[in-house]
Structures are given as C-alpha cells and as structure tokens.
C-alpha cells in the first residue's frame, strides 16, 4: 500500500513510471515474486532515477532502478520489471564495490585474504547492511567465532581502514585483516548489550576517553563541507517536500549562523557517534562503525548523539522522558565544561538538520509529518543569539541575508535566486559568500580592516589590459565594488577545473605548464599598481613566521634560528630586478582551468615587487605539498618543472637562480603554516628536516635538471 506522501510524490514525478511500484512494499514483493521484502537502501533523484535495495524471504538481494522511459529504452538491460522502466541489477555487478563480485559470487576470495587460513575463511555470511553503491556490511561466523565484514569505494576504503586501525590501538574491534585491491576491511566481532538507560552514561565515558586519545593523522573535515552538506540536504528535502521550502531554508540559515558562532573544540572524533555506534558489556563500553573517525569539531559527536535521541522519539523508538533522561545521563558521563555546554546546541541543532531526509529513505509511513517535526525540534534546538557572527566583521550577517543582499546583487545587473552561502570565513580577518545567481553567480568579499576599493578597480585595469579571456588564454574575473557599509566588493564566480587537482603523482602536468605562461604574462603587464612590496617586506613575514614557529616548538628554536641567519644571507644574494606585478599569493589553489581560458583569481594582495616572489611561492606550495601529503618532496617534480618551463619561455622576468632562493625562502613560511592549520602539524618535522641548511634545496636541484 502507498502512503500519502508517496502518493503526492508519484503523482509530481510522472517522469519515473515505475516510482509507484518501488514505493510500494507490497506491490514490489508481489512483483518480485516473494512474501516479502525488507528494505537496505532507497535512493531518490526527482524526474531521474529511483533506486532501491531490497532483500527477500529468502534472503537474497534484489538492487532496482527507476529510470524514465526513454532512458530506459537507450540502456541495455537484464530485464523491465512490470514493463516500467525498471532495471533489475544484480549486486554482484556494483561497480562502485570493487569487492561486490566475489561477496556476491564467491565470497571465498574476499574472505581468503581477510583471514588467510583462519576458519572465518570458509564462514557463513549474513548481509546486515547494503547501500548500493556506497557500503555493504556483512557478519561472517563459524564454529562460535564472528566477524565484522565491510565493503567501500575505493574513495572511502582509505579513511575507513584508518578508522579501523584506530578503534584496534585504542581497544575497541579489532582489526583482523584488510585489502586495499578489494577495499575491504574484516574487524573482530564485539560482544555487547545496546545502551539502555543505564548505558548512555558509559557511551559518554567512553566517548570522552575517545576524544582525549591523541588525534590521528589526516582526514580533517574540509573548511565548507559541514555548510555544503547542510544545504544539499534541505535542498533535496524541498524537493521531496516543496511546501516546506521556506522552513526548510530557514532552518538552514538559522543553523548555519549558530555553527558560525561556535568556536569548536578541535581534536579526535568518531564523526558518526550515536547510542546505535555502543555496545556495553561487563567491562565497560565499547564503540563500533569508525569509518569516519579522524578529526574534527568534538562537538559534532555530542550533537550527532542527542539529535538521534531525537530521531528516536519521532519514530517510536522510545518516548520524550526517556528521550531526556538518557540525554542527561550521556552528558553526565561525558562531563562537557560550561563554554562546551553553550554550543552543543549548534551541533545538535546541524544532526536534526542532517536528518531530514531520514523519515523519507526510511520509508517510515507518515515520513512529510516526521520531517516537519524535525524542523520544528531544529526551531527548538538551535541557539538564539543577537551577537554578531563575527564581531570584526559586523556586515557578515547580513551578507547572508536573502532579503538584504537582492538589491546589492541586482546592481551587478543580475537577480539573486538563492540563500547566499558562505564559501570561506577566517574569523576577525575575512570571509567569502556566494550569492546563487540565474546569470552567474556572485562572490562577496568581506575583510576585517575596511572596504576594499582597490582591488575592483584592479580587476577592471587588469581585464583592460587584455586579462578578459578574449585575446589571451588568460583571464581575471569582473568586480564591482559594494555598498560602502558593507566593507566589501562584489566579484563574478567563475567556473573550471581547479589547478590543484592536477597536483598529483602521475597526472598531466601541462596544465602547470600553461600557469607558468599565464605568470610571465602577468609580470610583462605595465600597470600601476596602488602598492609596492619590496624584499624587506618579504622578510618581515618570514622572520615572523619563523618567530612563531620556534615560539610553539621550542625544543626547535637553534635550528630554526640557524635556518633564519641562512634565509637572511639568501635573500640579500637575490639580484636587483625590475618591479612587476606580483599576485603575491600565487599558488595551484589561484587558478581555475576553463578549457583553453586559465582563470586567476584571488588578487587582494597585489602590489609591484621582485618578480621572482610569485613563482618562488608557486614552487614552494607544490613542494611542501608532496612532503606534506606524500612523505617526498619530489613526487610533484614534473609539475615544478613544467611551470618553471612555461613561465621562462614565455618571457617571464625572474631569473632561475632568483626563484630558486625564492622557492626557499617560500618554503620556510610553512614551517608556521603547518603549525597554525589544524590536520597539518604531522608534516612540521619534516619540513624542518628537509629545509635544515645542509639539505639540499629541491628547486635547485631540479631546475639544474630540467
């Protein structure tokens, strides 16, 4: 039988004919020739596609698809189920799974190289949980012995093996076996109890004890993702629910301002932590599923718990008093001070957000009331504050103002169609919002010290002088300035393939090539500019730099002032050398790939200076880059080499010798970077190791070379 919303639904989308036979249990079981059929997986893309995982009475699994007719028609296929555009996938062909065609056919040769000649080798699988496309989790048993199975994408195996690894030193599952060519991971099997009421006390302790654990490496949150999942959720949840557009994005500004304000507690986290993820036992409790263990804001594992209490309520999983009570007794456990206590809230207010969706994948029978329940417990929840989000930039709110930013927008000669969102934040310094545009989108510029009226004047000269993407390959975005309450300027978002996605081992490295052109055009541009940047600048900021770093590592200080006394005779050894324009901030992450137009962006910080800063600093970044992430200052070679390439046989003014001390100079700014950015101070040691003054510099050595 369908249910009303789904009824509603179907009768919106008559692009999927087979959307009702897939919404309908017991039409689909009928269909599919069986009692019954328990749902793994719902997967939903409006006017689209529609797929579902189902197991049968006789435990098998069943993955199908919804498509339109014409796709339909395009695609070969095993089979139409119920003549409706309904593919019949077998699982065992899920490509995104390396490891779905043995689990599927042969289990033997994933279980083999888990467990080698254990008897888990030859055990029984149990399929407890199977996204297609994402994640299947299995428990394989024999002879009194069990184990914990799970299948990932290559893109997510890396995280979750190291979450794996993670919960084996700090005693919870151990970790049994894993295979990288398979992306699977085998964990010992733990014995528990669920948390009931008495329990959410020992999920606290135990999440505190996890929390204190010295962080691991790698696997930050990047900046942006917790605000870009927000709004893709309430933006799916409008369309499967479009009367509830306008609380839906209310919710979601309202939550995204209180997460704004909160300052974090960086450190280790669970990254999906619920009384679903304890198990208690005699000697206390353990915690399971660390697939997305790293680290983070600690406050998002408090928030995630209290709002699946919630989540609980809503279906009938326990009552409101329970509801309260086990919260209470999960923060007693935990034992969160007075200023952790003031933002939780955000968090919990973010985990009802990101539930939305929930009622609706779950297929719960009344899934339209059980969402706008949950918008109302966010509308409880979420912190009430007059203050502003950033007190040295007072206008931010308003610059995420629908209403307030329609006007600002339309003076660009475009009409703002969208919530603005907020792409960057550096608190007390800058920020940066996107203003979602039918035209083309536009950035906001924000910064602490007052109204930057230079640089769209810049933008204009610039575009002027043939950097408008016509002419040249070249290309810098249009500006305008904004209202001068707002301290910022307006800028056009441009679109293309980011640079840094080509700083990799084994990628094309033509594209640096092309940036180093795009350089040497940059510095033969005779512009004047509002400021000048001269070498003693330059080392103000390095001296700091190393300042700060000896100041965190002390028991670093002599080599670090060693390296410092080296740096300074370096930088008097730079030769004379005409102004030019300088980015002066000229990095991978500048530059946006068009097709055959190259997009720089970022030209706050513009002046006229010595020409070898800018390619000095691009090299730098790509090395500290592969020493950071790869353990090798070297991996990245080709690309150094063909920037360096493009940018001297296009003209560029710098000398090879100059950027080479440039390159170094550069590099040592990371010494306090990498302190400074959380999820980099792992790479601090080596990068002091590799700049220490006998090594050898990899710009010299590599320009001799090339």
Not at 328 to 349: E, K, R, V
Request: with cysteine; aromatic share 6%; glycine share 8%.
């Amino acid at each position: 039988m369908i249910s009303p919303p789904n009824e509603q639904l179907i009768r919106r989308d008559s692009a999927l004919p087979g959307l009702a036979l897939l919404l309908d249990d017991v039409a689909l079981a009928e269909a599919l020739g069986t009692s019954r059929i328990e749902r793994l997986y719902l997967r939903y893309k409006p006017g689209t596609s529609c797929r579902v995982a189902v197991r049968k009475a006789d435990h098998s699994i069943e993955v199908l698809k919804a498509v339109p007719r014409k796709r339909f028609a395009r695609k070969q296929s095993s089979g139409d189920l119920s003549g409706l555009a309904i593919h019949r996938k077998n699982p065992a062909k899920d490509q995104a799974l390396p490891g779905a065609r043995h689990f599927f056919g042969k289990p033997h040769r994933i279980l083999r190289p888990l467990f080698g000649d254990h008897p888990l080798a030859r055990g029984r699988i149990e399929i407890l949980r199977y996204k297609a496309g994402r994640r299947l989790v299995a428990r394989v048993t024999t002879f009194g012995q069990a184990a914990l199975v799970k299948l990932h994408t290559p893109s997510g195996f890396a995280r979750a093996q190291a979450g794996a690894v993670r919960s084996d030193l700090l005693g919870h599952a151990p970790l049994l076996g894993a295979d990288a060519s398979l992306c699977a991971i085998a964990c010992g099997w733990l014995d528990g109890a669920p948390v009931d009421l008495a329990g959410h006390r020992a999920a606290g302790e135990a999440l505190v004890r996890l929390h204190a654990a010295p962080s691991p490496g790698g696997f930050d949150e990047a900046p942006g993702e917790s605000a870009e999942t927000l709004r893709r959720i309430c933006a799916y949840a409008a369309n499967l629910l479009p009367e509830l557009e306008d609380r839906l994005a209310s919710a979601c500004d309202a939550v995204l301002r209180s997460l704004l304000a909160s300052p974090g507690r960086f450190g280790s986290v669970h990254g999906d932590f619920s009384a679903d993820q304890v198990l208690v036992a005699a000697d206390g409790a353990r915690i399971v599923d660390w697939d997305r263990a790293g680290r983070g804001d600690q406050l998002v594992d408090l928030g995630s718990y209290l709002a699946r209490l919630d989540m609980d309520v809503l279906d009938g999983t326990r009552s409101a008093a329970e509801a309260r009570q086990a919260a209470a007794s999960f923060l007693s456990g935990y034992g969160p001070d007075a200023a952790a206590m003031a933002w939780i809230a955000s968090q919990h207010a973010a985990h009802l957000l990101r539930l939305v969706t929930e009622p609706f994948r779950r297929q719960l029978r009344d899934w339209d009331e059980m969402t706008a329940a949950l918008l109302r417990r966010v509308a409880d929840v979420v912190p009430r504050t007059t203050e502003p989000i950033d007190a040295a930039m007072p206008t931010l709110a308003e610059c995420l103002d629908r209403r307030a930013m329609a006007s600002v927008v339309a003076a660009t000669g475009v009409e703002l169609t969208g919530s603005p969102e907020l792409l960057r934040h550096k608190p007390g310094r800058r920020a940066i919002v996107r203003l979602p545009c039918a035209a083309g989108d536009r950035l906001i510029k924000l910064r602490a010290k007052g109204p930057d009226r230079a640089t769209p004047a810049l933008h204009h000269t610039l575009r002027e002088a043939g950097f408008d993407g016509r002419a040249a390959p070249f290309a810098i975005p249009r500006a305008w300035p904004g209202p001068d309450r707002l301290d910022a300027f307006l800028m056009e978002a441009v679109a293309g393939e980011p640079l840094a996605d080509h700083a990799r081992p084994g990628r094309d490295a033509a594209p640096f090539e092309r940036a180093g052109r795009a350089l040497a055009a940059l510095h033969r541009l005779d512009v004047s500019l509002p400021q000048d940047w001269g070498l003693a600048d330059e080392w103000a900021v390095l001296s700091r730099a190393l300042r700060q770093a000896a100041e965190r590592e002390p028991k670093h200080k002599d080599r670090i002032d060693k390296l410092a006394s080296e740096l300074r005779r370096e930088l008097d050894r730079l030769s004379d050398a005409r102004p030019v324009p300088l980015h002066r901030d000229f990095y991978f992450d500048q530059i946006l790939i068009d097709g055959e137009r190259m997009w720089l962006v970022d030209l706050d910080l513009m002046a006229r200076g010595h020409p070898a800063i800018d390619p000095g600093n691009f090299t730098a970044h790509l090395e500290e880059l592969a020493l950071r992430r790869d353990g090798d200052p070297t991996t990245l070679r080709p690309q150094i080499h063909a920037f360096r390439e493009g940018y001297a046989d296009a003209g560029g003014p710098a000398s090879g010798d100059d950027i080479d001390l440039m390159h170094r100079i550069s590099l040592a700014r990371h010494l306090a970077i990498c302190l400074r950015i959380p999820g980099r101070t792992e790479a601090f040691p080596r990068l002091l190791h590799h700049l220490a003054p006998t090594a050898q510099s990899l710009s010299a050595a590599s320009a001799r070379s090339a």
